[in-house]
């Protein structure tokens, strides 16, 4: 079946809630892995974009599959990191890079196999904002649509490389070649948030998410790790998640940030981490807040990114008379527990709760 979606979660004609959805379909639920090929093109792309793919790639081409994508490249501007090539070729992929002064626009997904072959056409690149809280149509096409159409992954991308641009082909012996110079570093210190990046999360509080607050010292009510449980579309919110584990049974990818705890006036560095493989969400650290009372179910927490791996955390109690101005963002459900989650600008954010739009600490 043919479906549409436009996300993030404003419109579908099928099962799928989004582009997220719609390549689960592709490359996992109606996929065996190890058949045929999976296909990316994207002009843009970078690390979180493919987080909930990576091990679907590895187990496809360990298989005896293969995974073809091609990108975006340019020595000036920030079209494809080195991070999502890197784990893409680690993993056993083709990658191929387009270095053109003319950005490559194409955005395309799909699969290859004895069945047939699916497509998704989009507007949503490999990245993470892509991939979740950009405002971004996608449609697929089953395969006898494409039959219909007469549509070959392998013509289109036998046309693409046979174009006379200037295609690269990284390679991990060695990073000093000039493919690797039309990537950009996700992790370098020099770069900075954009501007559409600069926003609040408000988040409903679970049971889950703040029992071990409300605990007392040495009871079993506060053993285990304490955390908040963040919305699976996440992606766009947080730096690359590229310290990876696999020693436990579900693959899990993480990475540490700086948070501002305002309410202790205390700034700690927590981990961040998404299961793979289990729940596809995304928990938030928040040990330094287990035993104090802060913050109890039905409460609100906003975490704010001010910078790339910068955050600000604030509780707000459900007597609060800031959390009716505030709670209203918190407008899409996680999951079925009533949890809910929404975004706004800082500025907006500050401007709400008369706030200053710095961190506490340096």
Known sequence: ??????????????????????????????????????????????????????????????????????????????????????????AGAEVHVINRKRLMHAKSYGTDNAKGQ????????????????????AVLLDRNSTKDLGFSWAEMIKGMLAQKWNYYQPSLLDETTPAWQLLYDEQAADIKLDDTDEVTMVLTLSHADTARIMADPGTNAGKGSQYFWLSKDSFDFLPPLTILNRKGYKTTYSCLVNMDFIDLHKAEQVRVTFEAENNLDFRLGTGPLRYTKLAKKDDLAAITRVAEDRYELRIFRAENPLTAKVKPYAVTFVGHQGKQYGFLPNSDFYALIGAPGVPLHS
Do not use: C
């Open 118 to 137: 699916m497509l998704v056409v989009t507007s949503g690149n490999f990245t993470g904002p892509g991939m979740s809280q950009n405002v971004e149509m």
């Open 1 to 90: 079946m043919n479906e549409l979606t436009l996300h993030p979660n404003v419109y579908r004609t099928g099962a799928s809630k989004g582009l997220i959805s719609l390549l689960e379909r592709l490359w996992v639920r109606d996929h065996t892995s190890g058949q045929g090929t999976l296909y990316i093109v994207s002009g843009f792309a970078n690390y979180n974009g493919g987080i909930r793919f990576y091990d679907t790639f590895r187990s496809h081409i360990d298989k005896g599959g293969k995974v073809v994508a091609v990108f975006g490249g340019s020595t000036s501007q920030r079209l494809t990191s080195r991070q999502v090539v890197r784990e893409l070729l680690d």
